[in-house]
């Protein structure tokens, strides 16, 4: 029987500060559902600190580089300590966005036009006519990422700076405009639609997606029947097709414009969904009549080794 639950939060990354709230919202949840939990801010000794604390699960609130491309769960596989969420091969494809686009081509999953490109190309010419869409291929939480709006004459020089800290290659891909939509799935579940409209920047950057006010997320999403089927559909298949477990949440452009092109593409499959306040995923799942407290508990009881 699960009583101990070791919840791994914080860590190396960029994203850290996001982590500990998604972290300890999860902790609280646990508690109130009776498991004993250990608060763990992961450093580099992690595996001599699970091996002390001998946990029955972890449950991984981890965000960003080292949290969610596989690393941790290399860690937790040779201490065959059961973990939630996505395995090692799951979790890496996702997180290095240039992989994953291989993945969906390979199963018919539609994903923008792209290449990848060194950041220093980048910075030199536009790589893409613009619009376009310029993204380290392995951040999370919008980090480093620009639109390249039409008219531009060059391309964004930041990516030239000294402290640049997001890697040398980038993902260029083509704008989509028009909404942008996400999907969580459970397990083989998914879940409900929500359009996410950003109200402190143009579009969904880190400010809109983790300060109070910064979106409204609009669920369900008041999109046509169709495409609301269209998108779950697409979240299960993206979410099969790099092998994820536990909880995913894939996010997507819809062109419905009067002159658009009608396009609904996947941008990326988030294995580590964010789990604050203002988190989406817990939202979905309590769209779908399931508490937050349920949903920790449904984490820890899917946790497992060999994911």
Same mark, same amino acid.
């Given at each position: ?23 300890? #919202?999860? /902790?609280?949840?646990?508690?109130? @559902? $009776?498991? =004993? *939990?250990? +608060? ?21 609130a ?15 596989e ?26 969906? #081509?390979? /199963?018919?999953?539609?994903?923008? @036009? $792209?290449? =990848? *490109?060194? +950041? ?32 531009t ?72 029947g ?11 298949k ?52 399931i508490?937050?407290?349920e ?13």
């Amino acid at each position: 029987m699960i009583r101990h639950v070791a919840v791994l939060m914080g860590g190396l990354s960029s994203e850290r500060g996001v982590s500990l709230r998604s972290g300890e #919202a999860c /902790a609280k949840a646990l508690e109130g @559902e $009776g498991f =004993v *939990v250990s +608060r763990v801010d992961v450093g580099r000794d992690i595996a001599q600190v699970l091996a002390g604390l001998k946990p029955d699960v972890a449950l991984n609130a981890l965000h960003g580089p080292g949290g969610e491309d596989g690393i941790i769960q290399g860690v937790l596989e040779i201490l065959r300590i059961p973990y939630t969420h996505s395995g090692v091969l799951a979790s890496a494809l996702a997180a290095h966005k240039d992989k994953a686009k291989i993945i969906f #081509a390979a /199963a018919g999953v539609p994903a923008p @036009e $792209g290449k =990848v *490109v060194t +950041r220093f190309e980048a910075a030199k010419a536009h790589v893409l006519p613009p619009p376009y869409v310029l993204k380290p291929v392995s951040e999370g939480s919008s980090y480093g990422v620009f639109i390249v709006k039409q008219g531009t004459s060059h391309p964004p020089q930041e990516l030239l700076r000294a402290d640049w800290a997001h890697g040398d290659l980038m993902l260029a891909e083509k704008y989509i405009a028009g909404r942008e939509l996400t999907c969580a799935v459970l397990g083989e579940r998914p879940l409900g639609v929500t359009e996410i409209k950003s109200l402190s920047s143009e579009w969904y950057d880190f400010d809109s997606k983790y300060a109070p006010g910064g979106s409204i997320h609009e669920l369900p999403a008041k999109v046509k029947g169709n495409i609301y089927q269209k998108v779950q559909e697409l979240a299960l298949k993206a979410h099969r097709a790099l092998g994820c477990r536990g909880i995913s949440r894939t996010d997507f452009r819809y062109d419905d414009r009067p002159e658009g092109t009608g396009e609904l593409v996947v941008l990326e499959v988030n294995t580590q969904p964010g789990m604050t306040e203002t988190s989406l995923a817990p939202e979905m799942a309590a769209f779908a009549g399931i508490t937050f407290g349920e949903l920790v508990r449904w984490m820890v009881d899917d946790a497992s080794c060999d994911r």
